[in-house]
């Protein structure tokens, strides 16, 4: 048994989001008490925990759970920033497809994989949902990393069989796209224990987005999906993300609504290990219905910034009841620190006009960051928070390495456990991310 000594913060339980704040964790001398198999034995005030076990006393940094990015792109780890003089479609066509069918070299995709784990661990994302790149052995390099790294990722390979000439090297015929799928799930998923509710890694069927598949490939990757949905296999892909990109949907499948396009045409794709990036434009009938199947929304309002896209409104997509869990989307999304992106989407949902506008409780944005993406993942039982009982993901963050930030935590009143919250989300940079742990295990 080794204890982590700390002030503990977490969203103890398993709340929804409304009542995150009532479950608001904050032992300023707090502990977990971590077994050797990885496993939390004890959460809570730290002059209470069992007696006779090694003590790791990281006062006065913070215990908090490990950031859960639930939409990130691998082949886009070197393109934030990038300059695409439009929107969504622009970007994609004179930015990104250029810059992910560098990937077709292996040691590139090699060297990508590399910093894009090592990049995760600098900034305590310890469970990624991954946007995979459309080259099997860049995958390939991206499940072996995170294994010998120890992150828990789920990602699949980037389908595409249509699409536009500077995407012609992503692109395969439908057969191939549904093998390739096939081999992936069949290699990778739960590789590196066997078991899915063990493992770190799991394997996921992931469309770039509607356009750039078939009628005929939904189909197939439908009846792809059912065959392995209970082996725990994910669904991942975009929704309703730009304007122009929802009416090229409706037009192209002659669908009443986006999302029509994964849940009607053959079996549905949707259901609780279902994820679907943005959903900026949803209509009230989409957001019942992900709501109703258990299917989750990863929001990522820093790229929706940066592209233009609009602002998902929160009160509207959290009262229909789906799940929301937060996405950096990078590199569209040019934060790769969950805070960061935390921090956009605070300020953004305090813009929305008139009524709409919500000041976000600092409970609520640390349970979009952790327990909604862990919910969002299927995962809950395991990780989110750190309460006893769940695998000890959680990072380090000591105030203390980053200029100004312990100054800016003294004002605050001890007792105020809102307040000290929002400053430590709100304010915090990668400097302050010390140390970061799966499952017990040191990563960094």
């Known amino acids: 048994m080794t204890t982590y ?26 502990a977990i008490v971590v077994d050797d198999t990885g496993r939390i034995t004890y959460s809570g005030p730290f002059d209470r925990r069992p007696s006779g076990d090694a003590v790791v006393d990281v006062r006065p940094a913070f215990l908090l759970p490990g950031f859960v990015d639930a939409h990130i792109h691998f082949p886009q780890t070197y393109c934030t920033d990038s300059y695409g ?32 784990c090592r990049r995760r661990i600098s900034v305590g994302t310890t469970t990624a949902l991954v946007f995979g790149s459309a080259f099997p052995h860049a995958q390939d390099a991206l499940f072996r990393e995170s294994i010998r790294t120890g992150l828990r990722t789920i990602s699949g390979r980037g389908i595409q069989t249509v699409g536009p000439p500077s995407a012609e090297p ?13 081999e992936e799930i069949v290699r990778w998923h739960a590789a590196d224990t066997g078991d899915p509710a063990t493992a770190l890694v799991h394997a996921a069927v992931v469309p770039r987005f509607a356009l750039s598949v078939t009628t005929q490939t939904l189909h197939a990757l439908g009846e792809l999906y059912d065959s392995v949905r209970d082996r725990g296999v994910y669904f991942h892909t975009h929704l309703n993300e730009n304007v122009d ?17 994964y849940d009607s045409i053959g079996k549905t794709l949707l259901g609780p290990r279902s994820v679907l990036a943005h959903a900026v434009h949803c209509t009230r009938d989409e957001l019942a219905r992900m709501a109703d199947t258990g299917t989750s929304i990863a929001h990522c309002p820093s790229s929706q910034l940066f592209l233009g896209s609009g602002v998902m409104p929160w009160r509207a997509t959290v009262g229909s009841g789906v799940n929301v869990a937060l996405g950096t989307d990078v590199s569209a999304g040019d934060e790769w620190l969950i ?25 609520e944005l640390l349970f ?60 915090m940079r990668e ?8 499952k017990g295990r040191k990563l960094n």
């Not at 497809?97 to 292996?106: I, M, S």
């Not at 750190?386 to 380090?396: I, P, R």
Request: aromatic share 6%; charged share 25%; hydrophobic share 45%.
């Open 5 to 30: 000594r700390g002030h503990l913060i977490h969203i103890g339980g398993a709340p929804r989001l409304a009542d995150a704040a009532q479950c608001l964790v904050s032992e300023p001398d707090g």
């Open 85 to 116: 003089g439009g929107q969504l479609l622009d970007w994609l066509s004179r930015c990104i497809f250029p810059a992910e069918v560098k990937l077709a070299d292996p040691a590139y995709a090699q060297r990508v994989a590399q910093d894009f």
């Open 170 to 182: 992503l692109l395969t015929d439908e057969a191939t796209a549904i093998s390739l799928v096939t």
């Open 245 to 261: 990109e929802v009416a090229a949907v409706r037009e192209t499948y002659g669908v009443q609504s986006y999302l029509d396009t």
């Open 339 to 363: 805070p960061r992106v935390l921090n956009d989407c605070f300020k953004v949902h305090m813009s929305e006009p008139g009524d709409q506008a919500v000041a976000l409780h600092p409970a």
């Open 368 to 427: 979009t960051a952790t327990l909604a993406g862990a919910r969002a993942l299927a995962l809950e039982d395991r990780i989110g928070n750190l309460d006893a009982g769940k695998e000890a993901d959680f990072v380090v963050v000591d105030a203390r390495r980053q200029e100004l930030l312990v100054e800016s935590l003294s004002q605050i009143d001890e007792y105020d456990r809102a307040a000290q919250l929002f400053t430590l989300l709100m304010g």
């Open 431 to 438: 400097e302050a991310v010390s140390q970061v742990y799966v």
